[in-house]
């Protein structure tokens, strides 16, 4: 079955570690790959988005993502991390036909300062 | 303007009630999304809409009753919910497939 991986469930870093966590995807074709935050409470926010060009893609707030498209991969990266990168974060395939999101399990960060 | 803006934020209704959750957007995105988010689980599809007409309904029960009056607007329509229908529900809209979702925050749905 087609589906997103994400398989890191719930990952602990003390500040000023580095962060990477994993995105696997087994769909066929062109897709779009996307990274969202989900701060405590608070809705969801785009970090970053790949859809063509230069692989690396750098978002807001320091995260950076490489698609490795032999690997159907996107993992999401942060040189350091702080306390307040505590949250829910999600990565998204969507498909390069029809406009509908395919959404990873998530995976819950705790930064510990 | 580059918000999906949600209301109420919060609800609270019981099992017999009816109410609706309504989501607005103005910035010409012709698609239209329903997802319901349980605590620290992914947002389940729901509903799409595009143009304006129904795309794709997730077998959804028939308690919860979409609407687009339209291309700004979406409704929820909620009728004879049940407490594990308590969540939060999330409205998003898209322009095509480049630039992903606009998330709006949310009503935070409990059902008494």
């Known amino acids: 079955a087609q589906s997103v991986s994400q398989h890191n469930h719930h990952v602990i870093l003390s500040e000023a570690a580095s962060l990477e966590l994993g995105c696997n995807y087994s769909y066929g074709g062109t897709v779009n790959l996307f990274w969202y935050v989900q701060y405590p409470g608070q809705h969801l926010q785009l970090l970053l988005k790949?859809?063509?060009?230069?692989?690396l893609v750098k978002g807001i707030k320091g995260f950076e993502a490489e698609f490795i498209k032999s690997k159907f991969s996107f993992n999401l990266r942060k040189p350091s991390v702080q306390w307040s990168d505590t949250a829910e974060y999600f990565c998204?395939?969507?498909?390069?036909?029809?406009?509908?999101?395919?959404f990873g399990t998530g995976t819950s960060l705790t930064v510990i300062p | 303007d580059t918000e999906v803006t949600q209301t109420p934020k919060h609800l609270v209704m019981g099992m017999t009630n009816k109410k609706s959750l309504k989501c607005e957007q103005h910035m010409g995105h012709r698609a239209m999304y329903w997802y319901k988010q349980k605590a620290k689980k992914p947002p389940e599809l729901m509903f799409v809409y595009s143009y304006e007409k129904l795309s794709i309904n997730e077998s959804v029960p028939s308690r919860f009753s979409p609407e687009c009056p339209n291309s700004s607007l979406l409704n929820l329509h909620l009728h004879a919910l049940q407490p594990e229908d308590s969540a939060l529900y999330l409205c998003?809209?898209?322009?095509?497939?480049?630039?992903?979702?606009?998330f709006g925050s949310g009503t935070r749905l409990t059902v008494v």
């Open positions: 998003a809209s898209s322009a095509d497939q480049k630039h992903g979702y606009t």
């Open positions: 790949y859809f063509s060009g230069d692989p």
């Open positions: 998204a395939v969507m498909k390069n036909t029809g406009n509908q999101f395919y």
